[in-house]
Every structure is written in structure tokens, then in C-alpha cells.
């Protein structure tokens, strides 16, 4: 299974853009999905995660009050909503589910059962 993220693009600092992620496949109401981005020349990194019980969400701290990711069970898709773009968010996007989620483990790459192939977030200043 490979979860299909769309979304990305070329905006000005300051813009927003969401990012979708589907599961075609999959039944995403029952898994957590997690976000991450690879900057060039960067590690990847966890960005955002909605869990699969009660929608709880989490950040990493440079985009908290930024971007806000949700989830559509009836589309089967979650979103990632990114407001105040900055350049420093300029990356490659990528969504992840996982089964077997606890708040421990949400940054760890490992922790995910299916990936998506990324999708490219480019910011300006």
C-alpha cells in the first residue's frame, strides 16, 4: 500500500497551501498519520500527527500555530493545512500511517507502517 500525498507547490512567504493524503487501499480511520519533510541537504523530519482514537494532534514546535493537519474519514484522506508558509519550510512533504501508534513513538520513522512518495513544498521570500 502507498499513501498518495498531494498538494505541494511554489508560493510566496506568508501563503498557505494544503496538503492531502490518501490511502487508496486503506482504511485511514484506523490508523495515525504522521507528517514529515526532508529540507535539502536535511534529515527527514516529523512535522505533524493526528492519531487514529479522538483525533488528538501533535507538532513539532516550528510549526505549532502554523499548520494544522485533520482528517476526512468520510474521503478517506487527511489533510495538512500550512498557514504563514515560510521559507524554511521549503521541503519535501511526506504523509505516513501507522496501526500502532502511541504519543512515544510519533517522530520516529520506524513507528510507520506505509509511506507516500512525497510531495514538494516550495517557499519564497
Known amino acids: 500500500v502507498q499513501l498518495q500525498a498531494s498538494g505541494g507547490g511554489l508560493v510566496q512567504a506568508g501563503s498557505s497551501l494544503r496538503l492531502s493524503c490518501a490511502a487508496p487501499?486503506?482504511?485511514?480511520?484506523?490508523?495515525?498519520v504522521g507528517w514529515f519533510r526532508q529540507a535539502p541537504g536535511k534529515e527527514r523530519e516529523f512535522v505533524a500527527c493526528?492519531?487514529?482514537?479522538?483525533?488528538?494532534?501533535y507538532y513539532t514546535d516550528s510549526v505549532k500555530g502554523r499548520f494544522t493537519t485533520s482528517r476526512d474519514s468520510a474521503k478517506n484522506t487527511v489533510y495538512l493545512q500550512m498557514n504563514s508558509l515560510k521559507p524554511e519550510d521549503t521541503a519535501v512533504y511526506y504523509c505516513?500511517?501507522?496501526?500502532?501508534?502511541?504519543?512515544?513513538?510519533?517522530?520516529?520513522?520506524?513507528?510507520?507502517?506505509?509511506w507516500g512518495q512525497g510531495t514538494l513544498v516550495t517557499v519564497s521570500s
Open positions: 505516513a500511517a501507522g496501526s500502532r501508534m502511541i504519543l512515544g513513538v510519533i517522530r520516529r520513522e520506524d513507528a510507520y507502517d506505509y
Open positions: 487501499g486503506l482504511t485511514f480511520s484506523t490508523y495515525s
Open positions: 493526528i492519531f487514529r482514537s479522538g483525533g488528538r494532534t
